[in-house]
């Protein structure tokens, strides 16, 4: 499964908000290197379209696409040279498909800060400058693999270009990210900042209604997407019923928890959409890549879908809503047959068709 991995400076919320992820009690404490174990958890992306798909079909339940997050410990200043805990767990790291990084914004005397005083700019800086320094170790190693294989002829001499390419780039103190260079070659390296990435900054309330700060905040790590929430809010919202977490998030000035923020644009950054399907048992979302074709999309539900695949009848989620059925959105003419080239697109209603 596509994961993204959280990383931050000990003490910003890291653990906080994973708790709120898997709404499973891991330990958040107020000292450094808190979080030790590393976690994984799932979490549903909000889609509105499901509910209205099951009333729609009648449909018994529903079921929401989901992404997983992967936490590790703090990292600090030093991480990647052996001090605190740091780069024994950047390996936990190494399989996300994206990273998101916390960075702490919300002022609190009781809670310490590693180092002593709350500055996101810096924070960032020292977090970047560490897996900078990560996936410079780890190129150092693998180039000198590199060269031995190219020489015994077992490998592609273009696996050890791309290699230093990457290191000139980590030399002038950039992410890999940043450059334009195709580093597929050397993917199984697992590269951090090769990664894409999103910033979440956990921030005080005060901030979450102050549209300057939050431009200022989102200025800093452009084009990269920033999310805003408060962490501990987060935690509460997740114990309360739904109207009354809507209630105290509305009376925040927010229309969307920073959990649906980070699972919706985490789905985006991941360079996922869905299609749904519906029927009188369930309505359900599908994960599949930007891009991907019908067969494939048939593949997620079943590989035998995929292999014996004929043709998708597709509607379009907005088509559907207002048809009001399948039969009326046939009658409308606006149910498709589209066959194995056909590509999908986000909030298609599909039923294959395929041979068993
Ligand atoms: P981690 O080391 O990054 O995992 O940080 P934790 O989640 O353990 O949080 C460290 C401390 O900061 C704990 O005492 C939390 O209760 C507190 N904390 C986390 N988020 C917030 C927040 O949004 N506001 C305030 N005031 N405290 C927070």
Same mark, same amino acid.
């Given at each position: 499964?596509?994961?993204?991995?959280?990383?931050?400076?000990?003490?910003?919320?890291?653990?906080?908000?994973?708790?709120?992820?898997?709404?499973?009690?891991?330990?958040?404490?107020?000292?450094?290197?808190?979080?030790?174990?590393?976690?994984?958890?799932?979490?549903?992306?909000?889609?509105?379209?499901?509910?209205?798909?099951?009333?729609?079909?009648?449909?018994?339940?529903?079921?929401?696409?989901? *992404?997983?997050?992967?936490?590790?410990?703090?990292?600090?200043?030093?991480?990647?040279?052996?001090? =605190?805990? =740091?780069?024994?767990?950047?390996?936990?790291?190494?399989?996300?498909?994206?990273?998101?990084?916390?960075?702490?914004?919300?002022?609190?005397?009781? *809670?310490?800060?590693?180092?002593?005083?709350?500055?996101?700019?810096?924070?960032?800086?020292?977090?970047?400058?560490?897996?900078?320094?990560?996936?410079?170790?780890?190129?150092?190693?693998?180039?000198?693999?590199?060269?031995?294989?190219?020489?015994?002829?077992?490998?592609?001499p273009n696996v050890l270009v791309v290699a230093k390419e990457?290191?000139?780039?980590?030399? &002038?103190?950039?992410?890999? &990210?940043?450059?334009?260079?195709?580093?597929?070659p050397?993917?199984?390296?697992?590269?951090?900042?090769?990664?894409?990435?999103?910033?979440?900054?956990?921030?005080?309330?005060?901030?979450?209604?102050?549209?300057?700060?939050?431009?200022?905040?989102?200025?800093?790590?452009?084009?990269?997407?920033?999310?805003?929430?408060?962490?501990?809010?987060?935690?509460?919202?997740?114990?309360?019923?739904?109207?009354?977490?809507?209630?105290?998030?509305?009376?925040?000035?927010?229309?969307? &928890?920073?959990?649906?923020?980070?699972?919706?644009?985490?789905?985006?950054?991941?360079?996922?959409?869905?299609?749904?399907?519906?029927?009188?048992?369930? &309505?359900?979302?599908?994960?599949?890549?930007?891009?991907?074709?019908?067969?494939?999309?048939?593949? *997620?539900?079943?590989?035998?879908?995929?292999?014996?695949?004929?043709?998708?009848?597709?509607?379009?989620?907005?088509?559907?809503?207002?048809?009001?059925?399948?039969?009326?959105?046939?009658?409308?003419?606006?149910?498709?047959?589209?066959?194995?080239?056909?590509?999908?697109?986000?909030?298609?209603?599909?039923?294959?068709?395929?041979?068993?």
């Amino acid at each position: 499964a596509l994961t993204i991995g959280i990383v931050g400076l000990p003490n910003v919320g890291k653990s906080t908000l994973f708790n709120a992820l898997t709404k499973n009690q891991v330990l958040a404490a107020n000292y450094p290197f808190a979080t030790i174990e590393p976690n994984v958890g799932v979490v549903n992306l909000p889609d509105t379209r499901l509910t209205k798909l099951a009333e729609i079909f009648g449909s018994e339940r529903i079921l929401p696409a989901a *992404v997983s997050f992967v936490d590790i410990a703090g990292i600090v200043a030093g991480a990647s040279e052996g001090e =605190g805990l =740091g780069n024994k767990f950047l390996a936990n790291i190494r399989e996300a498909d994206a990273i998101a990084q916390v960075v702490r914004g919300f002022v609190d005397p009781d *809670v310490v800060h590693v180092d002593g005083a709350v500055n996101p700019a810096s924070d960032m800086e020292t977090i970047n400058t560490e897996l900078i320094l990560a996936d410079l170790q780890t190129l150092e190693k693998a180039e000198a693999r590199f060269e031995k294989e190219v020489k015994g002829k077992k490998l592609d001499p273009n696996v050890l270009v791309v290699a230093k390419e990457a290191r000139a780039v980590l030399d &002038s103190g950039k992410p890999l &990210s940043s450059s334009n260079i195709d580093f597929s070659p050397i993917a199984e390296l697992g590269l951090l900042t090769a990664k894409p990435f999103i910033y979440v900054f956990n921030v005080d309330e005060s901030v979450l209604t102050d549209d300057a700060q939050l431009a200022a905040l989102a200025a800093l790590v452009a084009p990269a997407k920033a999310i805003f929430l408060d962490a501990k809010l987060e935690s509460e919202l997740i114990d309360l019923e739904p109207e009354d977490a809507a209630e105290l998030l509305a009376s925040t000035g927010q229309t969307e &928890s920073g959990l649906d923020q980070l699972a919706r644009i985490g789905f985006a950054t991941l360079g996922l959409q869905t299609y749904l399907t519906a029927g009188p048992k369930e &309505s359900r979302a599908w994960t599949i890549p930007q891009g991907a074709k019908a067969p494939q999309a048939a593949g *997620v539900i079943h590989t035998d879908f995929e292999k014996g695949f004929i043709k998708a009848e597709v509607v379009s989620f907005d088509d559907l809503v207002e048809t009001g059925s399948i039969a009326e959105a046939r009658a409308h003419g606006k149910a498709r047959i589209e066959g194995k080239d056909y590509v999908m697109q986000d909030g298609d209603v599909v039923e294959f068709r395929f041979n068993v």
